[in-house]
T-cell receptor
């Protein structure tokens, strides 16, 4: 089983719908991240959390919210999805050694 | 502020040829530097990382990178390309100060020609 698991892997939805992407990890890491990947833009940080009580906005947090339900779970919500939120979303974890461990991604299409 | 520039969004090499993927960074504090690889329909995997120890860093699959402070570079190389190296490669920088916010480059897609 993967150390960082994202669900769903693929989702198609309509404009205005609420969407939740979930992430769970078995690495025991305190730090968790949500990134968005668009072709030619690399990865952009949406939100990050250094522990259950610590949540921080990243570069592109507008239109997104997160919840850190437990050390192992970090979910990303789109309250009212719009087409320009169509992208590949990655959850990642890290520890003090610095490297990121990524899930396999959630591909979201907003029609 | 930190930033990362990857020169060349697409690079093509022949099988068996040298692979050179360029990464330049800017950072006002000593950086940690990383190269990640992304295969189709997969997440990013760490290839190698520089964390202020040896400047020449060896990674998985025969890749290595050299940290050159004077040139603010961290280029990725592999002496002989293999077909399985075809993927997208991302350079990333984070600070050592504990915030561990990572800045990624825009990626270089490597194509290996038979």
């Amino acid at each position: 089983d993967a150390d960082v698991t994202q669900t769903p892997r693929n989702r198609i939805t309509k404009t205005g719908k609420r969407i939740m992407l979930e992430c769970s990890q078995t690495k025991g890491h305190d730090r968790m991240y949500w990134y968005r990947q668009d072709p030619g833009l690399g990865l952009q940080l949406i939100y990050y959390s250094f522990d259950v009580k610590d949540i921080n906005k990243g570069e592109i947090s507008d239109g997104y919210s997160v919840s850190r339900q437990a050390q192992a779970k970090f979910s990303l919500s789109l309250e009212s999805a719009i087409p320009n939120q169509t992208a590949l979303y990655f959850c990642a974890t890290s520890q003090t050694t610095g490297e990121l461990f990524f899930g396999e991604g959630s591909r979201l299409t907003v029609l | 502020a930190q930033s990362v520039t990857q020169l060349g969004s697409h690079v093509s090499v022949s099988e068996g040829a040298l692979v050179l993927l360029r990464c330049n960074y800017s950072s006002s504090v000593p950086p940690y530097l990383f190269w990640y690889v992304q295969y189709p329909n997969q997440g990013l995997q760490l290839l190698l990382k520089y964390t202020s120890a040896a400047t020449l860093v060896k990674g998985i699959n025969g890749f290595e990178a050299e940290f050159k402070k004077s040139e603010t570079s961290f280029h990725l190389t592999k002496p002989s390309a293999h077909m399985s190296d075809a993927a997208e490669y991302f350079c990333a920088v984070s600070d050592q100060g504990g915030t561990y916010k990572y800045i990624f480059g825009t990626g270089t897609r490597l194509k290996v020609l038979a």
